[in-house]
């Protein structure tokens, strides 16, 4: 069973610009759920999907935006780059969301953002 | 709001050795889980336990053991005859209850990198 993939696996990026990640779960899992791992924060939750819907969300700015298709890919927008948004962004699957989860969350092995 | 603290940020050990990762959370839920992950070079985050609130036997597999005390809200992680393939970041983590399971939104906390010398 092929795991959660994640493109592009590295990018640059300058400051003003826009950006697109990419998200493939694992096959069957039908929750997507993005984390930001910075050295200064530390891993932080941005938002989870489920059937096409936003289930949670995150503390961060409406730049941060995402979205699911309808085979559970999902996609996540950061518009006007900063400085700041450099960092590595995890993606997670799990078989069910909320209340009917295992909990048990598998991630990818992420996008690293480099903005200048 | 939720916290986790894992005051240990690096911790260097000789193989063979036995160490403990310390996990110390906040919560104002009753109903809650915790969860260990390892976050090896590659990246990405691999799963090695999840605990809820009410379960606070520990737990063993193979060389790891779990150590919940709700009493002083801690959720202390043991490698024990540790390898050098255990060298990696390690976080604890913390999700609200959603009904009866475990919520996907996990607070982590800040991870303790372990170095484990041959």
Redesign the interface.
Known sequence: KA??TQTPRYLIKTRGQQVTLSCSPISGHR?V?W?QQTPGQ????LF?YFSETQ??K?NFPGRFSGRQFSNSRSEMNVSTLELGDSA?Y?C?S?EL??????????????S?LTVL | AQKVTQAQTEISVVEKEDVTLDCVYETRDTTY?L?W?KQPP??????LI?RNSFDEQNEISGRYSWNFQKSTSSFNFTITASQVVDSAVY?C?L?EA??????????????TRLMVKP
């Open positions: 795991g959660v929750s759920s984390y530390g891993l932080q939750f989870e289930r949670n995150g590595l995890l997670a799990s969301a909320g209340s009917f989860s295992t909990g048990e969350l598998f991630f990818g092995e992420g690293r | 889980y969860f992950y590659s990246g990405e985050l691999v799963f999840r976080f983590a999700s959603e009904g009866n399971n475990a919520g996907n939104m996990l607070t982590f906390g800040g991870g």
